[in-house]
């Protein structure tokens, strides 16, 4: 089985803000896909099924950002005699709007929601699709801020993409993912 984990935080207050572009991945995938994420277990909304034989399970932590790995790191622990592999989908700042890309490992390039899973699983050894969000002076402000209407047409494609980058991720894995979409 594959995971596929989505960061954002909990609540309507946060809906459609950048920070939750991990979220809004979820969902696209859920609907592409036909898979209901609507189970509370672990800490967390989830469903499972199917894509191209591969049997998936796709995540929203239901903890806030900075406590992402609680979340994760349960699913992992229960999930572990049959978890083969997991993606972490989040925004990234430091990428223009709307820009999709994969990363292997690495840091948590001063993420919290990532610097909180390599904490919780001690490993900084997993795949992760970024999606761009921009950068402001007021990071606070920013990450918490809905998308203006351009932006957020923008990321419409971007989910779009992320979609077909998370099909190939499960058909190929990553390194033939990160030639196709990076």
Known sequence: MKMIVGLGNPGKKYEGTRHNVGFMAI?????????????????????SGFVNGEKILLVKPLTFMNLSGDAVWQLIDYYADQLDDFLVI?????MPV???RFKRQ?????????????????????????IGIGKK????????????KQDQAAIDEAL???VEACTRWLEAGIDRAMNEFN
């Open 160 to 162: 779009e993409t992320a």
């Open 27 to 47: 969902d696209a995938l859920s609907r592409a896909w036909g898979i209901d994420v609507s189970k509370k277990e672990k800490n967390a909304l989830t469903g």
């Open 106 to 130: 690495g840091s948590s390039g001063g993420h919290n929601g990532i610097k909180s899973i390599i904490s919780r699983i001690n490993s900084k050894e997993f795949d992760r699709l970024k």
């Open 137 to 148: 002076e007021n990071v606070i402000s920013h990450v918490l801020s809905p998308f203006s």
């Open 98 to 100: 709307a820009q999709v």
């Open 90 to 94: 989040y925004d990234d700042m430091d």
